[in-house]
């Protein structure tokens, strides 16, 4: 123990960012969790597509067309407060918001939560991590019939 004291009193500013680091974590890991924002994984949200949730794809129109989680209905997060009256018919639905990476489903989720929708996730790792996962994906590509 005395050897750990020693350290910390030699060593000032590297335990000084220790401890910073360690307040931050647990500073950011309080404000998600008071926030109520809530990323699911992909086996989660699985679980609640099949539950019929609404899939709610936040990428652009071509980033839909190359590959979209079945039945998902897009609307750019750019258009999010422009068409969201097409999503009050979901209002009582859970909804699973998916972009790209993770990181602008958070803020959709965030920003469907203050306008009423209770039942709103994101999906952890967005379509990145959906594939990750080994999960399928819809494309817009046609097959050719087999005579």
């Known amino acids: 123990m ?3 004291l020693e350290f910390a009193a030699n060593h000032s500013l590297l335990m000084a960012a220790l401890l910073f ?6 500073f950011t890991e309080l404000r998600r969790k008071a926030s109520g924002l ?4 992909p086996q989660d949200a699985v679980k609640l597509i099949n ?3 609404l899939v709610l794809d936040l990428r652009s129109v071509d980033a839909f067309a190359k590959g979209h989680i079945v039945n998902a209905k897009n609307i750019p997060f750019d258009e999010l407060d422009a068409k969201s009256d097409k999503l009050t018919d979901f209002r009582n639905k859970a909804i699973v918001a998916v972009c790209d990476a993770g990181t602008v ?3 959709a989720v965030d920003k469907l939560r ?3 929708f209770e039942s709103v996730y ?3 790792g967005g379509i990145a991590g959906w594939t990750q996962a080994n999960l399928p994906l819809v494309t817009a590509r046609k ?3 087999k005579s």
């Open 2 to 4: 005395d050897q750990y």
């Open 21 to 26: 680091s360690f307040f931050l974590l647990v």
């Open 38 to 41: 809530i990323n699911v994984e």
């Open 51 to 53: 539950n019929d949730a």
């Open 105 to 107: 489903s958070t803020r």
């Open 114 to 116: 203050k306008s009423g």
């Open 122 to 124: 994101g999906l952890k």
């Open 143 to 145: 097959t050719k019939k």
